[in-house]
């Protein structure tokens, strides 16, 4: 069965040998018209390290901006491959004008290097960042608590006969109150995890939780975790909701969080978040 744990596991292996087969299949094909210009013993030397180079690169980047990048940033998990690729984009550049020069004795500007080099490594960050992306979401999945068991019906008394004695009505045990709702939520967070919680990020069907020190991941609508939390915050956007002791101030039309982040406030939540925070 394949876990969170393991095919995140298996992904430092991915980016060592994805790469360098993608590399040797450049280089057999010879794009950019390497083929024309340079046999396949230079083509090899000159793809492999490039390939390599921009695939650590961008993955690199991606561990660094992740969890900033996609609780803080609407659409972040899209935007990731076209952010990382930016971010590397230069260093990539200078790397593949040197290898030209070293493998194949050619100079060619850094201008035109770079549109060719910008469009490689947003095609090598946009895998990456989907298998990424599912690791997380299988792991969070997998790590939500199974829903509790349906209670089971109660056995009918005996019907006694006439002959019996009378006896008393059983007496009910006391009623215990349900659990907060604050506590049915934070009973699908994994065992340990540190509060308060900040904020949450809907993320398709789960939730990206929150706190000043940890995130995780939960298999649970937004719906249902406003309800949950209800008078300990309150939605501010289709895919955010707020703590209200994370509230530090309102910037035009984002939240200021006490932890400097910025969470959008949708149209249709403004006049309920100015009422509350007013």
Request: proline share 12%; aromatic share 8%.
């Amino acid at each position: 069965m394949v876990t969170g744990s393991s095919l995140r596991a298996r992904l430092p292996w991915a980016s060592l040998l994805v790469p360098v087969a993608t590399g040797f299949a450049m280089a057999v094909l010879g794009p950019y018209g390497t083929f024309d210009a340079l046999d396949l013993t230079t083509r090899l030397a000159f793809w492999v390290p490039v390939l390599c180079s921009g695939a650590w690169m961008v993955q690199g980047a991606q561990q660094l901006l992740a969890p900033s990048i996609t609780t803080r940033v609407p659409l972040g998990w899209g935007l990731m491959p076209v952010l990382v690729s930016f971010l590397v984009w230069g260093p990539q550049t200078l790397f593949v004008q040197a290898m030209l020069a070293w493998v194949a004795g050619v100079t060619v500007s850094v201008w035109q290097l770079a549109p060719q080099v910008l469009f490689l490594l947003v095609i090598l960050a946009l895998p990456w960042s989907l298998a990424d992306r599912a690791a997380r979401r299988l792991a969070a999945s997998q790590a939500a608590p199974p829903p509790p068991p349906a209670p089971a019906w109660p056995s009918p008394l005996p019907t006694p006969s006439p002959e019996a004695a009378p006896v008393a009505p059983p007496i009910d045990p006391p009623a215990t109150p349900s659990a907060p709702s604050e506590e049915r939520f934070r009973a699908r967070l994994p065992p340990g995890f540190p509060g308060p919680i900040l904020c949450l990020s809907a993320e398709d069907h789960y939730l990206r939780v929150i706190t000043p020190s940890a995130e995780t991941l939960v298999l649970c609508r937004m719906v249902d975790a406003t309800r949950d939390l209800a008078g300990l915050g309150l939605r501010v956007h289709r895919s955010w909701w707020v703590a209200h002791s994370a509230i530090r101030a309102i910037d035009g039309d984002w939240l200021l969080l006490h932890d400097n982040r910025r969470i959008p406030i949708g149209r249709t939540f403004r006049a309920a978040v100015l009422q509350a925070i007013g």
